[in-house]
């Protein structure tokens, strides 16, 4: 299959509630086991393999942890940390002649309006759960682009 297409979202997983900033928030032990839950679900489908996939992630703590859980080779993106725009997230991935695969390690509310639009084509905001996965393919069919959510999964859904 060709993967140059695809972007799938992943919120962080579960933070604590108290840090000396919201960009210092680390993941909960529950958080720690999500991460890792989502990082073998997903690499199970991948076939085990991430080469040629980008991960990229939000410059706050837990992002950064989750996006661990999945892969050493993290570009970290400081436009999409916490309260970014939609469009930070499509800028960041290249949308939308995206040249790789592409999975975004963020947050809420930002990634529910990057998955609306990806949804609907609109603008709007879908609730995605902490350390869900949201997998969207591109494909062409009759000459016409059509963006398809391919899975989606919560941590609870993967133990």
Do not use: C
């Not at 140059?4 to 680390?26: F, G, K, T």
């Not at 309260?83 to 290249?94: E, T």
């Not at 009759?142 to 941590?155: D, F, N, S, W």
Request: no cysteine.
């Amino acid at each position: 299959m060709d993967n140059s297409m695809q972007v799938i979202l992943w919120r962080h997983a579960d933070a604590e509630n108290e840090a000396p900033s919201d960009h210092a928030r680390r993941l909960t032990e529950k958080g720690r086991e999500q991460a890792l839950r989502m990082a073998s679900w997903l690499t199970g489908r991948l076939g085990g393999d991430l080469t040629g996939w980008r991960v990229l992630a939000s410059p706050a703590v837990r992002a950064q942890q989750t996006a661990l859980s999945l892969s050493s080779r993290i570009e970290t993106v400081p436009g999409i940390a916490p309260d970014a725009p939609a469009s930070a997230v499509f800028s960041a991935i290249g949308w939308p002649e995206m040249n790789a695969p592409t999975i975004v390690v963020g947050h809420q509310p930002t990634l529910g309006m990057v998955a609306a639009r990806l949804l609907n084509g609109v603008d709007g905001y879908v609730s995605i759960k902490k350390g869900a996965m949201w997998w969207f393919e591109v494909r062409e069919r009759g000459g016409k682009r059509e963006i398809v959510l391919r899975a989606m999964t919560t941590p609870d859904s993967v133990m």
